[in-house]
C-alpha cells in the first residue's frame, strides 16, 4: 500500500461514523482511531504510535482542532507561509548530528533547502519558493506534520 492509497484510506475513514478502523495482513497492520491514540502503518512488526489530537486532515486545508492558533503575520503582505505538501515526520537537519538546513534570521533563496520531511521511509527535501529571511520555524524537530500544515513564515523581500 503506498502512501496515496492510504491517504484515500484515511479520507474514506474520516467521512464515515466509524470510530476506529483495523486492518491487517502478512506484510502491514493499519490501524485508525478517531479518538486518542493512532497506530500508524506498521511494517514487518515495526509499529509507531503517534498521539493525534492536535490536528485534522482535511483534503486540501490545515485546521486546528483543539486550539485556535493566532497568525500575527495574518495582515503582513510579505509572509509567505511555507506549507507541508504531505503527511510525514519533519526534520531540521539532514542528519542527527548535522547542523539545521536553516534557523530564524537566517536569509534564504529560493530552491535552498529548508528541511526534510520523511514520509513511508522516503526523504522528501522541501525548498523554499521565495527569496527572504526565516521568520518563524512553526514545527518542532521530529513532529509529525500534517498535509497543509504551515511550516515556516518567511519574510519576503518585495
Known amino acids: 500500500m503506498n502512501f496515496s492509497e492510504i491517504k484515500d484510506l484515511l ?3 474520516d467521512s464515515t461514523d466509524l470510530k476506529y478502523v483495523k486492518i491487517e495482513n502478512n506484510e502491514m497492520k493499519i490501524e485508525v482511531s478517531k479518538e486518542g491514540m493512532i497506530s500508524s502503518v506498521s511494517d514487518n512488526n515495526k509499529s509507531s504510535k503517534v498521539e493525534n489530537n492536535e490536528y485534522i486532515e482535511k483534503e486540501s486545508e490545515y485546521i486546528p482542532s483543539a486550539e485556535k492558533e493566532i ?3 495574518e495582515n ?4 509567505f507561509t511555507v506549507l507541508s505538501p504531505l503527511m ?3 526534520y531540521t537537519s539532514p542528519g542527527p548530528d548535522a547542523q539545521p538546513f536553516v534557523k530564524i534570521g ?3 533563496k529560493t530552491g ?3 528541511c526534510i520531511l520523511e514520509a513511508m ?8 519558493d521565495v ?4 521568520i518563524d520555524i512553526l514545527v518542532e524537530n521530529e513532529s509529525l506534520v500534517e498535509y497543509n500544515r504551515p511550516l515556516f513564515k518567511i519574510r519576503t523581500s518585495k
Open 131 to 134: 527569496d527572504g529571511e526565516i
Open 106 to 108: 537566517d536569509h534564504v
Open 71 to 73: 497568525d500575527v503575520y
Open 121 to 128: 521511509k522516503l526523504m522528501n527535501e522541501i525548498k523554499s
Open 112 to 114: 535552498d533547502s529548508l
Open 11 to 13: 479520507r474514506v475513514i
Open 88 to 90: 510525514g515526520t519533519f
Open 76 to 79: 503582513d503582505d510579505n509572509i
